[in-house]
Nanobody
Framework: QVQVAESGGGLVQPGGSLRLSCAAS????????MAWHRQAPGKQRELVAF???????GYVDSVKGRTTISRGDAKNTVYLQMNSLKPEDTAVYYC?????????????WGQGTQVTVSS
């Protein structure tokens, strides 16, 4: 069994900051690419940021310059540091990991963590 779980969401005022965390547990051989997605009510889920196993990162334009994705010292963790938060950042944020277990490569999703930016 593999489990991916996010944490760190909550209510924050505009201009504030949050650091979202995601950790995978279970019998895992390797974790490759990691990513954060988000979905606001009534909208499609969108990719926010990704980081590859070689350290390459990418961001959606709306969060560039104020958001950083990083791998933790623990190999099974990934973070999303968000600064200067805006009301339009309000969404459920999901962690996605590409995980190898034996000969199987699959994408695993966390349950999501709510981020609400409001005064």
């Amino acid at each position: 069994q593999v489990q991916v779980a996010e944490s760190g969401g909550g209510l924050v005022q505009p201009g504030g900051s949050l650091r979202l965390s995601c950790a995978a547990s279970g019998f895992i051989d390797r974790i490759y690419d990691m990513a954060w997605h988000r979905q606001a009510p009534g909208k499609q889920r969108e990719l926010v940021a990704f980081i590859t196993s070689t350290g390459t990162t990418g961001y959606v334009d709306s969060v560039k310059g104020r958001t950083t994705i990083s791998r933790g010292d623990a190999k099974n963790t990934v973070y999303l540091q968000m600064n200067s938060l805006k009301p339009e950042d309000t969404a459920v944020y999901y962690c996605k990991m590409e995980i190898q277990i034996g000969p199987s490569f699959k994408y695993y999703w966390g349950q999501g963590t709510q981020v609400t930016v409001s005064s």
